[in-house]
């Protein structure tokens, strides 16, 4: 596009532009480092550019992007009627497009070089603090925009091109391609016959935080929603929760989509859904409870999803009329941000219940990854290792910033301590215990974590954990966790070890990750490896520019990553010991990936 064109989008709720190629490891390529510039302004298409992230049309034509945007219902009367403008306006050539003023602020800053000389310091500490500068991409896209600000379009398309070529060939671009790629395959996977079991009627059994986040993503896909929950109060706190969660949706589409949902105290209005999905706490006799319950105003059609983390689904679905009907959706939180569905199929769960599941987790804009009824499934039991592991070393003397700062600078988008508390302490130890009982010691919860449990130190959500909460504002609590380190020692409970230095905490966090993929691949739990290192990073944030746990351990090296392992076992304990089935492709010197 050149400045002088003008642009007509037809308004579809999915239409999007963007300029998404950071997000694959590259830049905007043909002109989208020079041209979005001159088209909107210095700080504005700085702000798309170094995202990646995408407009819908109607913010697209405030910020300037298009001069036009109409209702897909009148796309071709409007078309003709464009056409028509543009033909008269070549034939006239006096008629200019009318630009939009600049804002004050814009021609404050972008007017003059000291201005604009303090965008481009602003975006590159933006772009540092976002990516820990393991991302080459925005801070080329930057220097794109930078360096040809005063050499004209033809001389700053030769540099974009250059800039571009340089990115291609970067593990990290590699990296991210693949990951874009994995997710696509798993958006195209179908099981059975979707088509067997339509989907227009739902339930949610549970209105807290996970029941509110679920009813609003179904309802924003199109069904029709019941919301149950024991009293109106309840109720009444998760339509609020649904409610904020439509603050950036239109008033049409927030009307729509409360229109859609339901309130009730008890099972009326069951009978005739399709799909009932049950959000209760993660508490293995109140799930059965309910789903007992639920069957008894149900048809013997409909298919019973349970949102766990953990739970196993056949010992939800032993007692049911109907298991083979029952099925395991674990939604991650917050629901209506994270892009992650575990579909967990149970033992007797049929073909065309897992494809219609499937084809409702994409309905809902989800990415689903089918995983085996195993104890913590994929992404939970992966990741509870690793959050442990960062607890016993806390435990041993390395103080929470620098746990967490390990993790950030190798690209976890936040550290596990603070993980801990954003998913809550209560939470994880329960997930914890679960997992515990079915692998023993190498799932052994640290002893901190359970003292901050049994104190009711959960976290976020009562603003004390490992870190103090205010509002939106967090620092470690170093003075708290440092007197429950040390009362934890005077009962001997913590043997008081030698420190670890940065280079092994690092490797004792990342490499118990990968160790546990590997079993999971070794047992079936997940189909393959790049299912298993989508699924981390869809779900957990896993480093996207690393490819995944198991991309990471292939780069590595696989007698390297098997050698740091058993030197750990051996210094540490026997819960680093490497899976069999990494011993054996480091030894035939064979890849995951």
């Known amino acids: 596009a050149e400045p002088n064109d003008e642009w007509l989008i037809f308004y579809n709720p999915k239409t999007k532009l963007g300029q998404p190629e950071v997000q694959l490891g590259i830049i905007p390529g043909f002109g989208g480092t020079q041209r979005l510039p001159r088209l909107i302004g210095l700080e504005k298409s700085l702000d798309l550019i170094l995202s990646g992230r995408s407009l819908d049309a109607k913010r697209a034509k405030r910020m300037g992007v298009l001069d036009e945007v109409v209702p897909a219902a009148v796309a071709k009367q409007a078309a003709l009627s464009y056409i028509e403008r543009r033909l008269e306006k ?62 004209g379009l033809e001389k700053g398309l030769a540099r974009e091109a250059k800039l571009f070529g340089s990115l ?84 049409k589409m927030s009307r729509e989509l409360l229109q859609r949902v339901s309130l009730t105290t008890d099972y009326s209005g069951f009978r005739n859904t399709d799909v009932v999905i049950e959000a209760a706490p993660e508490i293995l006799d109140l799930k059965k409870k309910l789903l007992g319950e639920l069957v008894q105003h149900t048809s013997d059609r409909v298919i019973v999803a349970t949102n766990t983390s953990s739970l196993s689904v056949d010992a939800m679905a032993g007692s049911l009329p109907h298991p083979e009907n029952v099925i395991g959706m674990h939604f991650f939180n917050p629901v209506e941000k994270m892009p992650l569905v575990e579909v ?23 990415i689903p990854v089918v995983v085996q009824d ?43 301590l603070e993980l801990f508390d954003e998913v809550g302490i209560d939470i994880t130890v329960h997930a914890g215990e679960t997992l515990y009982e079915a692998f023993g010691d190498r799932m052994r919860p640290a002893k901190v974590v359970l003292q ?117 076992a051996n210094h540490r304990g026997m819960r680093f010991a490497p899976a069999g089935l990494l011993v054996k492709h480091a030894r035939e010197n064979k890849r995951f990936t």
């Open 374 to 416: 195993k104890p913590g499934f994929l992404v939970n039991r992966v990741l509870m290792p690793y959050m442990n592991e960062a607890a016993l070393l806390l435990e041993e003397g390395v103080p929470i910033p620098e746990i967490d700062r390990l993790m950030l600078t190798f690209g976890m988008p936040m550290g596990p």
């Open 168 to 251: 291609v060939g970067t593990p990290q671009c590699k990296n991210l391609i693949r990951v874009f790629f994995l997710q696509e395959k798993l958006k195209k996977k179908t099981v059975g016959d979707p088509a067997a079991l339509p989907m227009t009627k739902a339930a949610v059994i549970g209105a807290g935080v996970m029941g509110a986040g679920i009813t609003y993503v179904l309802a924003k896909a199109g069904l029709s929603v019941r919301l149950k929950d024991i009293d109106w109060m309840a109720l009444a706190k998760g339509r609020g929760s649904i409610g904020k969660s439509m603050k950036r949706l239109d008033p």
């Open 90 to 151: 070549y034939t006239d050539r006096k008629e200019k497009r009318s630009f939009r003023p600049r804002t004050l602020r814009e021609w404050i800053l972008e007017s003059n070089p000291f201005g604009r000389a303090l965008i481009f310091r602003l975006a590159k500490k933006s772009v540092l603090a976002r990516t820990h500068g393991n991302y080459p991409a925005p801070l080329k896209a930057l220097e794109a925009v930078r360096t040809t600000q005063y050499v």
């Open 452 to 568: 901050l449990f049994t104190e009711k130190r959960l976290g976020k959500k009562n603003g004390l954990g490992f870190y103090l909460h205010a509002g939106k504002s967090k620092k470690p609590d170093e003075r708290g966790i440092d007197v429950i380190l040390r009362r934890l020692r005077q009962k001997c409970d913590i043997a008081v070890a030698k420190r670890p230095h940065g280079t092994e905490a690092l490797d004792r966090m990342t490499l118990v990750m990968v160790n546990e993929a590997v079993r999971c691949i070794e047992e079936g739990v997940v189909e393959s490896p790049g299912e298993a290192d989508a699924a981390m990073i869809l779900g957990t944030g896993f480093a996207p520019f690393r490819g995944g746990p198991l991309r990471f351990a292939d780069e590595t090296g696989l007698s390297k990553v098997v050698e740091k392992l058993e030197a750990l």
């Open 344 to 366: 967990i199929v149970g033992e007797k769960t049929v073909a065309d219940v897992t494809g219609a599941v499937l084809a409702l987790t994409k309905q809902i804009g989800k």
